[in-house]
Nanobody, 126 residues
Framework: QVQLVESGGGLVQAGGSLRLSCAAS????????MGWFRQAPGKERRFVAA????????SYADSVKGRFTISRDNAKNTVYLQMNSLKPEDTAVYYC???????????????????WGQGTQVTVSS
C-alpha cells in the first residue's frame, strides 16, 4: 500500500520559512518523480514544484521561483520543499504526489501523478 505522508506545515509570519517533508512508503521511491501542489480554499489544486526520480531536473511555478526549493533524499524515501520569504498568498494545503517512471520531463499537472498524500496546512499571516 502506497503512502505519502506530509509534515512540516504550520503558521508562520510573512517573510518566514518552513520546510515541508513528504515521507513515502510502499513504493520504489527512486523510480518515482515527485511533486508538490497546493490548494487554497475555493481554488483548484495548483502546481508548486516537482523533481525527477534522480533529482536531476526540477521545475517551479513562477509564483514560487527563487523562494522555494524542492529536493529529495532517495535513501530516506523523502522529498522536501524548503519555503523561504513566505507570503500570505502562499497560504494553502500543500500536497505531495508521486508519478511512476524514469521521467526526463518534469510533470506539472495534477492528473499526471499516480499517488497523493493527505496534505499539510500552511498558513502565512501578514
Amino acid at each position: 500500500q502506497v503512502q505519502l505522508v506530509e509534515s512540516g506545515g504550520g503558521l508562520v509570519q510573512a517573510g518566514g520559512s518552513l520546510r515541508l517533508s513528504c515521507a513515502a512508503s510502499g513504493l520504489s521511491f527512486s523510480t518515482y518523480d515527485m511533486g508538490w501542489f497546493r490548494q487554497a480554499p475555493g481554488k483548484e489544486r495548483r502546481f508548486v514544484a516537482a523533481i525527477t526520480w534522480s533529482g536531476g531536473r526540477t521545475s517551479y511555478a513562477d509564483s514560487v521561483k527563487g523562494r522555494f526549493t524542492i529536493s529529495r533524499d532517495n535513501a530516506k524515501n523523502t522529498v522536501y520543499l524548503q519555503m523561504n520569504s513566505l507570503k500570505p498568498e502562499d497560504t494553502a494545503v500543500y500536497y505531495c504526489a508521486a508519478r511512476y517512471g524514469y521521467g526526463t520531463v518534469v510533470r506539472t499537472r495534477p492528473g499526471e501523478y499516480d499517488y497523493w498524500g493527505q496534505g499539510t496546512q500552511v498558513t502565512v499571516s501578514s
